[in-house]
């Protein structure tokens, strides 16, 4: 068995066509969050369409029930009670991953409940405190759609035809002795 450890393949150029994409579409809408949208697109490209559409399905569902409930959360927090001390508002948060993880169940995702809380704890508590953290939310879930359509869009890609292309195109090379 030949193991190289420099070989690249189509689902390794995929990846990293789609975060690039991913980063300079953050440029271009001016988005400090666009660091989501690449993680996206590296869960999202995955070795067949299929499985790059079933979990593209499973990162927005999770991303939105998330920020759904972090954003619901923090609503409540600035509106109808305000936590005065970070232990309790950390028991708070904690405590609320089980409604969070009971939902996921419920609606039969279970597949996505890490995502959930992750989602979740990341809206509350890093952006709990800034001036618009409904507005993180908002861009929170619109990079996750944005690196989701990307890496979906790139995998369609037939990037091993043009691979395989490629290296009989440098066997070839190397047989004549050119290369």
């Known amino acids: ?22 980063l300079m579409t953050g440029i271009i809408r001016k988005s400090d969050t666009a660091f989501y949208a ?11 369409s299929n499985d790059s559409f079933r979990e593209a399905f499973n990162r927005e569902a999770a991303t939105v029930i998330g920020g759904i409930w972090g954003m619901l959360v923090l609503l409540f927090e600035r509106n109808v009670w305000c936590i005065p001390y970070e232990a309790i508002q950390y028991l708070f948060l904690s405590v609320l991953l089980i409604p969070i993880i009971n939902f996921s169940v419920l609606i039969k995702r279970e597949k996505g409940t890490f995502l959930m809380c992750v989602v979740f704890l990341c809206i509350t508590v890093t952006h709990g405190n800034d ?22 869009i790139t995998n369609q890609f037939p990037i091993h035809h043009i691979l395989t292309k490629g290296e009989r195109v440098l066997r070839g090379f190397r047989h004549n002795g050119t290369f």
Not at 40 to 46: D, E, F, M, S, Y
Not at 133 to 148: E, K, N, V, Y
């Open 38 to 48: 690449a993680i996206a697109a590296v869960l999202c490209v995955q070795r067949t």
């Open 131 to 152: 001036e618009s953290p409904l507005s993180f939310g908002i861009a929170r879930i619109l990079d996750t759609t944005i690196g989701i359509v990307i890496a979906l």
């Open 1 to 22: 068995m030949k193991i190289s450890c420099l070989k690249v393949g189509g689902r390794t150029i995929k990846t990293v066509v789609a975060v690039f994409l991913c």
